[in-house]
């Protein structure tokens, strides 16, 4: 969740895509993709882990448990994630990762915002991928942009930190 207090000068729109439009569009699109994106993928984890565990998980796209489907996407952090590593991904991962992203990157798969002082953005990161364009901030300290990241989770530890 982000709450914005002052907003940025130029840019920072944000944008949100469905990850179950995507899903269903590469299936009719790109169905020999989609398998691939059931499969696990490395995945930066931002230096958000205890020291000594591993750099990236290791998870798929898309899971489906019988009854929803989650996904987490994030195609830049998947090849940092091959990076980190020191792995090539496979040419069929790239494949379905840009199809992915060119799907959701269509105007008609994503809808565009621009988040206002004061105003919440609340995204549930299984189904809702999200981003924002580069932004230049003020100058000035009191009118620089600020945001503040809040992670919400029904389950688990309250922080993936030691």
Not at 51 to 77: M, Q
Not at 104 to 125: D, K, R, V
Not at 131 to 139: G, H, S
């Amino acid at each position: 969740m982000w709450i914005s207090w002052v907003k940025s000068r130029t840019g920072g729109v944000s944008s949100a895509a469905s990850m179950l439009t995507v899903h269903n569009l590469l299936q009719r699109r790109a169905p020999h993709l989609l398998g691939r994106l059931y499969q696990p993928f490395h995945v930066n984890r931002q230096g958000e882990h205890p020291e000594g565990d591993p750099v990236t998980h290791f998870y798929p796209i898309f899971t489906y448990d019988g009854n929803s489907l989650n996904a987490r996407f994030n195609k830049r952090l998947v090849y940092k994630g091959y990076e980190l590593a020191g792995e090539r991904i496979d040419a069929v991962g790239g494949e379905a990762l840009e199809a992915m992203h060119n799907l959701m990157s269509e105007p008609e798969n994503h809808f565009s915002f621009e988040l206002a002082a004061g105003q919440l953005q609340y995204m549930n990161n299984f189904g809702i991928a999200h981003r924002r364009t580069k932004y230049e901030d003020y100058d000035e300290p009191d009118k620089k942009r600020h945001l503040v990241r809040i992670f919400l989770r029904d389950s688990g530890r309250r922080t993936y930190m030691g």
